[in-house]
C-alpha cells in the first residue's frame, strides 16, 4: 500500500554532516559501450576519476523501462530521467501512454478527439497536425501521427495538413528523408481526399524552443506553420535535399524552414475554423508553441503574430498541470505525487535548485513531477543562470563555471541542507555532434567537480554524482559489427542523439561515520533510486513504496 503525505521520519541511526547532501546530475554523461566516439572516456576527467576513486560507485540504468518507457530499446530523455531521480519511482511516461491511448482507441472516444474532427467537419474547414516527424520516441513518434491520421481519415476528415519538423537529434542526425519519403507515400495512399505536407523545417531553427531561450524559433515556425511565409517548394523531400545541396553539411536539426506550395501560393496555412493539433507528447518544447495558439490577442509579446487563427486547439498531453496548458488535450499524463522535493520541505530541509537556462525546468518542473512553482516559499530557493543564445559548439562550456559559483557560495552560506544542480553541457553540446565540442564540454564540467569537491571538504558534506541518461558518451554511429560507420569524406558519423547506456553513481562523503556500507553499493539499480539514496543520506527514512536505495544502511 502507498505511504501518504507526511514528514518523513528520522534515522536514530544517522550520525548527520557539518554540510549539505549536493546532488549533481551531469546531464546526458554516460559510460560508452564504445572505445571509438566516447567523448567522456576521451576527455582527460581529473576530478571525476579522482572522486571516483575516492568514493563506492556503481552504474545505473537510465533508459528504457527503468524510466517508465514502453521497451529497453528506448533511449532515455531528461524529462522521463529528472522525474525518476525526483519522485523516486517509475511512472508509465508520454510514450508509453500515448501508445496505451491510442491501441485502445481510448484517445478517439475522448471528447477533445471528438470535438476536434466535428469541428472540421462540420465547417468543412482543415485539420493540422504540427510536431516531430521521427520514431526517436523522446518527444513524439510517426507511429502515433499515422494512426490519428487513419482515424481522420475513419472520421471523414476531408483535408488534412501536417507541417513537420525534421528531428536528427533523437535520430540519425540526417536520417530525414528516411521518414519524409514514406510519410508522403502514407499521405499520398488516401486517395480519396486531400492530405499533405503544407511546411516544416528543423527542430533547433524553428517551433521547438524551450524555457524562453529563443522565442525567434517560435516565430519561424509561426510563420511557416500559421501564415505560410518561408521558402517556397513542390514537395518536403524537394525543400531537404535543395537545403543539402546548398548548404554543405547541414544537419535535420538545423534545416530551414520549407513551405510546401502550388503556384505560388501556400497550400496550408491554418485559418479560422481549423483544428490543430500539436503532437508531440513531451512538455518543454510544446510549451511555446502552444503559448502563441492560446494567448488572447492584446496579451501576447514575444512577436508578431500577424494573425491569431480562432481554431480549435490541442495538445498529445497536457504539458503543463498547474498552469492546464494546453486548455485542450488528447491524453492525460502520468500522476506523479509524493515527490521527494514536497516530503522534504514537510520534513523541514532547506534546499535550493539551479541550472542555467536549458536545464533550469529539469531541476524544479520536472524534477517535482511535472509541478511548476515550489512547494515551500520559505524553504526552497530556485535559481536560473540565462544560457547564452548560440550554437552550443561554439561556448561548449555554457554555463557550468557560473552554476558552480553560485553553488559554492551557498554552500560556504550554510543555509541549504540539500542542493542539486545540472550541468547540461553532456547533452547540449552532445546534441550537435561536434566531437572537440563535446572533450570541451566535459573537460570544462570536470573543472568544476574539482571546485565542489575542495567546497564539499571544506563544509564536511557529501557529494552525489550521476546522469540523467547517455548521450556525450555516444557520439559516433556504429554498425552492428560494431565498427564506426563513415561518411562519404571517410569521417566517422556523427551521432546526436542519447544512448543507451549507464550512467554514474558517485557518492564522496569525505566525513563518513560508518551509517551506511561505503565499500560497495547496489547493483542493477534505476536513477530512480536516487530519491530514497538522498533521503537517506540526510538522516530521514525513505517512505515505503519509494525504488530501493542504492546504499546499504547498517
Given at each position: 500500500?502507498?505511504?501518504?503525505?507526511?514528514?518523513?521520519?528520522?534515522?536514530?541511526?544517522?550520525?548527520?554532516?557539518?554540510?549539505?547532501?549536493?546532488?549533481?546530475?551531469?546531464?546526458?554523461?554516460?559510460?560508452?559501450?564504445y572505445?571509438?566516439?566516447?567523448?567522456?572516456?576521451?576527455?582527460?576527467?581529473?576530478?571525476?576519476?579522482?572522486?571516483?576513486?575516492?568514493?563506492?560507485?556503481?552504474?545505473?540504468?537510465?533508459?528504457?523501462?527503468?524510466?517508465?518507457?514502453?521497451?529497453?530499446?528506448?533511449?532515455?530523455?531528461s524529462?522521463?530521467?529528472?522525474?525518476?531521480?525526483?519522485?523516486?519511482?517509475?511512472?508509465?511516461?508520454?510514450?508509453?501512454?500515448?501508445?496505451?491511448?491510442?491501441?485502445?482507441?481510448?484517445?478517439?472516444?475522448?471528447?477533445?478527439?471528438?470535438?476536434?474532427?466535428s469541428?472540421?467537419?462540420?465547417?468543412?474547414?482543415?485539420?493540422?497536425?504540427?510536431?516531430?516527424?521521427?520514431?526517436?520516441?523522446?518527444h513524439?513518434?510517426?507511429?502515433?501521427?499515422?494512426?490519428?491520421?487513419?482515424?481522420?481519415h475513419?472520421?471523414?476528415?476531408?483535408?488534412?495538413?501536417?507541417?513537420?519538423?525534421?528531428?536528427?537529434?533523437?535520430?540519425?542526425?540526417?536520417?530525414a528523408?528516411?521518414?519524409?519519403?514514406?510519410?508522403?507515400?502514407?499521405?499520398?495512399s488516401?486517395?480519396?481526399?486531400?492530405?499533405?505536407i503544407?511546411?516544416g523545417?528543423?527542430?533547433?531553427?524553428?517551433?521547438?524552443?524551450?524555457?524562453n531561450?529563443?522565442?525567434?524559433?517560435?516565430?519561424?515556425?509561426?510563420?511557416?506553420?500559421?501564415?505560410?511565409?518561408?521558402?517556397?517548394?513542390?514537395?518536403?523531400?524537394?525543400a531537404?535535399?535543395?537545403?543539402?545541396?546548398?548548404?554543405?553539411?547541414?544537419?535535420?536539426?538545423?534545416?530551414?524552414?520549407?513551405?510546401?506550395?502550388?503556384?505560388?501560393?501556400?497550400?496550408?496555412?491554418?485559418?479560422?475554423?481549423?483544428?490543430?493539433?500539436?503532437?508531440?507528447?513531451?512538455?518543454?518544447?510544446?510549451?511555446?508553441?502552444?503559448?502563441?495558439?492560446?494567448?488572447?490577442?492584446?496579451q501576447?509579446?514575444?512577436?508578431?503574430?500577424?494573425?491569431?487563427?480562432?481554431?480549435?486547439?490541442?495538445?498529445?498531453m497536457?504539458?503543463?498541470?498547474?498552469?492546464?496548458?494546453?486548455?485542450?488535450?488528447?491524453?492525460?499524463?502520468?500522476?506523479?505525487d509524493?515527490?521527494?522535493?514536497?516530503?522534504?520541505?514537510?520534513?523541514?530541509?532547506?534546499?535550493?535548485?539551479?541550472?542555467?537556462?536549458?536545464?533550469?525546468?529539469?531541476?524544479?518542473?520536472?524534477?517535482?513531477?511535472?509541478?511548476?512553482?515550489?512547494?515551500?516559499?520559505?524553504?526552497?530557493?530556485?535559481?536560473?543562470?540565462?544560457?547564452?543564445?548560440?550554437?552550443?559548439?561554439?561556448?561548449?562550456?555554457?554555463?557550468?563555471?557560473?552554476?558552480?559559483?553560485?553553488?559554492?557560495?551557498?554552500?560556504?552560506?550554510?543555509?541549504?541542507?540539500?542542493?542539486?544542480?545540472?550541468?547540461?553541457?553532456?547533452?547540449?553540446?552532445?546534441?550537435?555532434?561536434?566531437?572537440?565540442?563535446?572533450v570541451?564540454?566535459?573537460?570544462?564540467?570536470?573543472?568544476?567537480?574539482?571546485?565542489?569537491?575542495?567546497?564539499?571538504?571544506?563544509?564536511?558534506?557529501?557529494?552525489?554524482?550521476?546522469?540523467?541518461?547517455?548521450?556525450?558518451?555516444?557520439?559516433?554511429?556504429?554498425?552492428k559489427?560494431?565498427?564506426?560507420?563513415?561518411?562519404?569524406?571517410?569521417?566517422?558519423?556523427?551521432?546526436?542523439?542519447?544512448?543507451?547506456?549507464?550512467?554514474?553513481?558517485?557518492?564522496?562523503?569525505?566525513?563518513?561515520?560508518?551509517?551506511?556500507?561505503?565499500?560497495?553499493?547496489?547493483?542493477?539499480?534505476?536513477?530512480?533510486?536516487?530519491?530514497?539514496?538522498?533521503?537517506?543520506?540526510m538522516?530521514?527514512?525513505?517512505?515505503?513504496?519509494?525504488?530501493?536505495?542504492?546504499?546499504?544502511?547498517?
Amino acid at each position: 500500500m502507498a505511504d501518504t503525505m507526511h514528514p518523513l521520519q528520522k534515522n536514530p541511526n544517522w550520525k548527520g554532516r557539518r554540510g549539505p547532501v549536493v546532488f549533481v546530475i551531469m546531464d546526458g554523461v554516460g559510460y560508452g559501450k564504445y572505445e571509438d566516439g566516447d567523448a567522456v572516456k576521451a576527455s582527460r576527467m581529473k576530478w571525476l576519476d579522482t572522486l571516483k576513486s575516492l568514493s563506492p560507485q556503481t552504474k545505473l540504468k537510465a533508459h528504457g523501462t527503468a524510466v517508465g518507457l514502453p521497451s529497453d530499446a528506448d533511449m532515455g530523455n531528461s524529462e522521463v530521467g529528472h522525474n525518476a531521480m525526483g519522485c523516486g519511482r517509475v511512472f508509465a511516461q508520454g510514450a508509453k501512454l500515448v501508445s496505451n491511448a491510442i491501441s485502445s482507441g481510448d484517445m478517439f472516444k475522448g471528447d477533445t478527439w471528438k470535438k476536434l474532427v466535428s469541428n472540421v467537419n462540420t465547417k468543412n474547414s482543415t485539420f493540422h497536425f504540427i510536431g516531430l516527424l521521427s520514431d526517436g520516441n523522446v518527444h513524439s513518434h510517426i507511429d502515433h501521427l499515422k494512426a490519428m491520421i487513419e482515424q481522420a481519415h475513419k472520421d471523414g476528415i476531408k483535408k488534412l495538413r501536417v507541417h513537420a519538423l525534421l528531428d536528427g537529434r533523437d535520430v540519425e542526425p540526417t536520417s530525414a528523408l528516411d521518414y519524409f519519403k514514406p510519410f508522403q507515400d502514407f499521405l499520398a495512399s488516401f486517395n480519396d481526399v486531400d492530405y499533405s505536407i503544407a511546411s516544416g523545417g528543423g527542430r533547433m531553427f524553428m517551433t521547438m524552443d524551450r524555457y524562453n531561450a529563443d522565442w525567434s524559433m517560435v516565430e519561424r515556425g509561426w510563420k511557416a506553420h500559421v501564415l505560410g511565409e518561408g521558402r517556397q517548394f513542390a514537395s518536403a523531400t524537394e525543400a531537404i535535399e535543395t537545403y543539402r545541396k546548398e548548404i554543405p553539411g547541414i544537419l535535420d536539426q538545423d534545416m530551414h524552414e520549407f513551405v510546401i506550395a502550388k503556384d505560388g501560393k501556400p497550400i496550408g496555412t491554418i485559418e479560422d475554423g481549423d483544428s490543430v493539433v500539436f503532437y508531440n507528447f513531451r512538455g518543454d518544447r510544446a510549451l511555446e508553441i502552444t503559448n502563441a495558439f492560446e494567448t488572447p490577442d492584446g496579451q501576447f509579446n514575444h512577436f508578431d503574430r500577424k494573425r491569431l487563427p480562432k481554431v480549435e486547439y490541442a495538445g498529445m498531453m497536457e504539458y503543463d498541470g498547474d498552469l492546464h496548458i494546453p486548455h485542450q488535450f488528447l491524453v492525460t499524463p502520468p500522476a506523479i505525487d509524493r515527490v521527494m522535493g514536497e516530503y522534504l520541505t514537510q520534513s523541514g530541509v532547506r534546499l535550493l535548485a539551479i541550472s542555467e537556462t536549458q536545464k533550469y525546468g529539469h531541476v524544479t518542473y520536472f524534477f517535482n513531477g511535472n509541478k511548476l512553482g515550489k512547494f515551500d516559499e520559505k524553504l526552497e530557493d530556485y535559481e536560473e543562470v540565462k544560457s547564452d543564445v548560440v550554437p552550443f559548439e561554439q561556448r561548449p562550456w555554457m554555463k557550468c563555471a557560473e552554476i558552480t559559483d553560485r553553488v559554492i557560495e551557498a554552500i560556504q552560506s550554510g543555509k541549504y541542507d540539500h542542493i542539486r544542480l545540472n550541468y547540461p553541457n553532456g547533452d547540449m553540446v552532445g546534441h550537435t555532434g561536434v566531437f572537440n565540442a563535446v572533450v570541451c564540454s566535459m573537460e570544462a564540467m570536470d573543472l568544476q567537480l574539482g571546485r565542489l569537491k575542495k567546497a564539499i571538504d571544506e563544509a564536511g558534506g557529501i557529494l552525489c554524482i550521476t546522469a540523467d541518461h547517455g548521450n556525450s558518451d555516444d557520439m559516433y554511429e556504429h554498425g552492428k559489427d560494431g565498427k564506426v560507420k563513415l561518411d562519404k569524406n571517410g569521417e566517422p558519423m556523427a551521432k546526436t542523439s542519447h544512448s543507451l547506456n549507464p550512467v554514474p553513481c558517485v557518492i564522496y562523503d569525505p566525513e563518513f561515520k560508518g551509517e551506511y556500507d561505503n565499500t560497495k553499493l547496489n547493483d542493477g539499480l534505476g536513477i530512480s533510486s536516487w530519491s530514497a539514496t538522498l533521503i537517506e543520506l540526510m538522516g530521514f527514512m525513505p517512505p515505503s513504496d519509494y525504488d530501493k536505495s542504492i546504499i546499504n544502511l547498517k
